[in-house]
């Protein structure tokens, strides 16, 4: 038998005389071949983390917000329980808004808190944001929000140019500028369109003022735009009454090219105006759906007496798209001291005055017509509630300095 | 070029691409490899306190690449298959033989075919061992291993190889003179 067997020795020489196997590159190839692979790595281990950081960032971004919310949620919680005294008051904001949520008045929901309300639907968190809401939901000019600024007053038309919209802006005083000649620089930096109204401003006429007379000249070019259609003219006077009732201007001059007179489509050619302001009636104007806040917005005739302007004032003026800016349930009597020109306005039985956002835009409309009819000040008495919004009912409100506030770019 | 490529160039290349290609049995490969493997030394080098000798150090770093290569080489797929096969051992070598190999002797080229039947282990052993002709204290440095595990590896190693040798030339009924030697 010839079996073939193997010692040890015999493997370990024979492995030993395998071939000795060489790398035939050029080592600078190698080397080069290195140094490529080792920056790529390089890239590749600076790819990721870069990714994971901008992964990160983006969640962050995301979640950051609601964690918010939630902090909020919870500071109001706990303020909510430090004011367990006047739990009254809280108890009566409560009941508001349920009410509110019941009536379904959804429109300022939707806009003023559009995810909180589908993410967090606690009422606490809503309470919070809504109470808020209120405070400083107010829409006119008042006194102590001026602050050394000037108010400046334009009448926009809105988009159907149906009715013109008072629309007050502050800006910084000037000593080397009058108030007419800010008036005319910031009638350019109007933002009528975000506003949800009818790009207007600035007007296509020459503008100059006679200080010594009060008497306006405004010179239109030949093709002015003013005259087409019924509709815009009365537009455009209510907005030149409006805008100019805020400068003090007694009289106004229109000429055409340097020529006296204007050609006024139906109303005939005109070569002086009259500025007709006071006494009309506010109401409610939303230019879109989903607005919270109104412009409280004068509308119609001139009116004899301010009782009429609050009667006025509880019917929707549905011509011009404006809403009754005195909802039927709340009755008043009004009362005027001529001589201080001061309104007392007295709630009747069963005028349930809340603390809520349409309450304190009620409010302003009355203010508003009350600064219209020439009055200073108006008191408010027997009201359920001490305070709606920022308005201290115990208190009398001075008129506001001008309606619908709005701040320019 | 790099001072520290260059003097392991020299001192080195030749020897660990050799390791290489007994490792992995393809000349391609083995030329990626020892890249990788220079690759390792430099961003390392730092770090190589002298407490092995260079060469020992510089091959367990090529055992290390050589190593991940045959888990790379193994997709997940072979591994779960690795699982449930039972004629694994049945390694085939569908590898052509190397030119440098196919024109040595007979015996060289079956031996060189049987490397295969070892386990990576083994592998390593016999070629650091008999090969690179390392003593048992380099091997067991490279390896980081014990003594007396690289001498039980390497009996266990030639005890494969000597049957694997012994069923080949049966099989191919070669004559064989050799009458049994002592061992």
């Given at each position: 038998?010839?079996?073939s067997?193997?010692?040890?020795?015999?493997?370990?020489?024979l492995?030993s005389?395998?071939?000795?196997?060489?790398d035939?590159?050029?080592?600078?190839?190698i080397?080069?071949?290195?140094?490529?692979?080792m920056?790529?790595r390089?890239q590749r281990?600076?790819v990721?983390?870069?990714?994971?950081a901008?992964?990160a960032a983006?969640?962050?971004f995301i979640?950051?917000?609601?964690?918010?919310n939630?902090q909020?949620?919870e500071?109001?919680v706990a303020?909510?329980a430090?004011q367990s005294k006047?739990s009254?008051?809280?108890?009566?904001?409560?009941d508001?808004?349920?009410?509110?949520a019941?009536?379904?008045v959804?429109?300022e929901?939707?806009s003023?808190i559009?995810?909180?309300a589908?993410?967090?639907?606690?009422?606490?968190d809503e309470i919070?944001i809504?109470?808020?809401?209120?405070?400083?939901?107010?829409?006119?000019?008042?006194?102590?929000?001026?602050?050394g600024?000037?108010?400046?007053?334009?009448?926009?038309?809105?988009e159907?140019?149906?009715?013109?919209v008072p629309?007050?802006?502050?800006?910084?005083?000037?000593?080397d500028?009058?108030?007419f000649?800010?008036f005319?620089?910031n009638m350019?930096?109007?933002?009528?369109?975000?506003?949800g109204l009818?790009?207007?401003f600035p007007?296509?006429a020459?503008?100059?003022?006679?200080?010594?007379?009060?008497?306006?000249?405004v010179?239109?070019p030949?093709d002015h735009p003013?005259?087409?259609?019924s509709?815009s003219?009365?537009v455009?006077?209510?907005?030149l009454s409006?805008?100019?009732s805020?400068?003090?201007?007694?009289e106004?001059?229109?000429?055409?090219?340097g020529k006296p007179?204007?050609?006024l489509?139906?109303s005939?050619f005109i070569?002086?105006f009259?500025?007709e302001y006071?006494?009309?009636?506010?109401?409610?104007?939303?230019p879109n759906?989903?607005?919270?806040?109104?412009?409280?917005v004068?509308?119609?005739?001139?009116?004899?007496?301010?009782?009429?302007?609050f009667?006025?004032?509880k019917?929707?003026?549905d011509k011009a798209?404006?809403?009754?800016?005195?909802?039927?349930?709340?009755?008043?009597e009004?009362e005027?001291?001529q001589?201080?020109?001061?309104?007392?306005?007295?709630?009747?039985?069963?005028?349930?005055?809340?603390?809520?956002?349409?309450?304190?835009?009620?409010i302003?409309?009355?203010?508003?017509?009350?600064?219209d009819f020439?009055?200073?000040?108006?008191?408010m008495?027997?009201a359920?509630?001490?305070?709606v919004g920022?308005?201290?009912l115990?208190?009398?409100i001075k008129?506001?300095v001008a309606?619908?506030?709005?701040s320019?770019? | 070029?790099?001072?520290?490529?260059d003097e392991?160039?020299?001192k080195y290349?030749?020897?660990?691409?050799?390791?290489?290609?007994?490792?992995?049995?393809?000349?391609?490969q083995a030329e990626?490899?020892?890249?990788?493997?220079y690759?390792?030394v430099?961003?390392?080098y730092?770090?190589?306190?002298g407490?092995?000798?260079?060469?020992?150090?510089?091959?367990?770093i090529?055992?290390?690449v050589?190593?991940?290569?045959?888990r790379?080489q193994?997709?997940?797929?072979?591994r779960?298959l690795?699982k449930?096969?039972?004629?694994t051992s049945?390694?085939?070598?569908?590898?052509?033989?190397?030119?440098?190999i196919?024109?040595?002797?007979?015996?060289?080229q079956?031996?060189?075919r049987c490397?295969?039947q070892?386990?990576?282990?083994?592998?390593?052993?016999i070629?650091?061992r008999?090969i690179?002709?390392?003593s048992?204290?380099?091997?067991?440095?490279?390896?980081?291993?014990?003594?007396?595990?690289?001498?039980?590896t390497?009996?266990r190693?030639?005890k494969?190889?000597?049957?694997?040798?012994?069923?080949?030339?049966g099989?191919e009924?070669m004559?064989?003179?050799?009458?049994?030697?002592e061992?």
């Amino acid at each position: 038998m010839k079996k073939s067997e193997w010692s040890d020795k015999q493997l370990e020489d024979l492995l030993s005389q395998m071939p000795k196997i060489k790398d035939e590159r050029d080592p600078h190839e190698i080397y080069q071949n290195i140094t490529v692979r080792m920056n790529k790595r390089k890239q590749r281990v600076w790819v990721m983390p870069t990714a994971a950081a901008a992964l990160a960032a983006v969640l962050f971004f995301i979640l950051v917000p609601n964690l918010f919310n939630w902090q909020n949620s919870e500071e109001q919680v706990a303020d909510l329980a430090n004011q367990s005294k006047s739990s009254q008051k809280i108890s009566m904001k409560e009941d508001a808004d349920i009410q509110e949520a019941e009536e379904k008045v959804s429109i300022e929901e939707e806009s003023a808190i559009p995810f909180t309300a589908e993410e967090n639907p606690e009422e606490q968190d809503e309470i919070g944001i809504r109470s808020m809401d209120v405070d400083d939901s107010a829409t006119a000019v008042y006194e102590e929000d001026i602050g050394g600024m000037e108010v400046l007053t334009y009448a926009i038309p809105d988009e159907n140019a149906m009715l013109a919209v008072p629309v007050s802006v502050l800006v910084a005083k000037r000593e080397d500028k009058t108030k007419f000649d800010l008036f005319e620089e910031n009638m350019m930096t109007l933002n009528e369109k975000e506003w949800g109204l009818k790009d207007y401003f600035p007007l296509k006429a020459e503008f100059s003022l006679d200080e010594q007379s009060n008497v306006l000249t405004v010179d239109f070019p030949a093709d002015h735009p003013y005259r087409d259609g019924s509709a815009s003219e009365s537009v455009f006077n209510d907005a030149l009454s409006y805008t100019l009732s805020s400068l003090d201007i007694s009289e106004i001059k229109f000429t055409t090219d340097g020529k006296p007179g204007m050609d006024l489509g139906n109303s005939g050619f005109i070569e002086e105006f009259i500025p007709e302001y006071g006494n009309h009636a506010y109401y409610f104007y939303y230019p879109n759906k989903t607005e919270t806040k109104p412009y409280i917005v004068p509308y119609g005739e001139q009116l004899s007496s301010i009782s009429e302007a609050f009667a006025a004032m509880k019917e929707n003026q549905d011509k011009a798209k404006l809403t009754a800016s005195i909802p039927a349930d709340i009755n008043f009597e009004t009362e005027v001291n001529q001589e201080e020109k001061k309104l007392i306005i007295r709630f009747g039985e069963g005028s349930d005055i809340k603390n809520d956002q349409p309450t304190l835009h009620t409010i302003e409309a009355i203010l508003l017509t009350a600064k219209d009819f020439n009055y200073q000040a108006v008191k408010m008495e027997n009201a359920n509630v001490e305070m709606v919004g920022r308005f201290n009912l115990d208190n009398e409100i001075k008129v506001p300095v001008a309606a619908n506030k709005r701040s320019l770019p | 070029m790099d001072s520290v490529f260059d003097e392991l160039y020299r001192k080195y290349h030749h020897d660990v691409f050799q390791f290489l290609f007994y490792m992995v049995k393809n000349k391609e490969q083995a030329e990626d490899l020892v890249q990788e493997v220079y690759i390792r030394v430099l961003k390392s080098y730092e770090r190589f306190e002298g407490k092995s000798s260079e060469k020992t150090w510089l091959f367990s770093i090529a055992r290390n690449v050589a190593i991940d290569s045959f888990r790379k080489q193994k997709g997940w797929k072979q591994r779960i298959l690795e699982k449930f096969d039972w004629s694994t051992s049945q390694v085939k070598d569908d590898q052509p033989i190397p030119e440098d190999i196919a024109v040595q002797n007979e015996e060289i080229q079956q031996i060189y075919r049987c490397l295969d039947q070892c386990t990576v282990d083994q592998r390593l052993v016999i070629v650091m061992r008999y090969i690179h002709e390392f003593s048992i204290l380099e091997t067991a440095e490279a390896l980081g291993w014990t003594e007396s595990k690289v001498k039980t590896t390497q009996h266990r190693a030639l005890k494969i190889l000597k049957k694997q040798m012994e069923e080949m030339m049966g099989k191919e009924g070669m004559e064989n003179e050799k009458v049994r030697m002592e061992r």
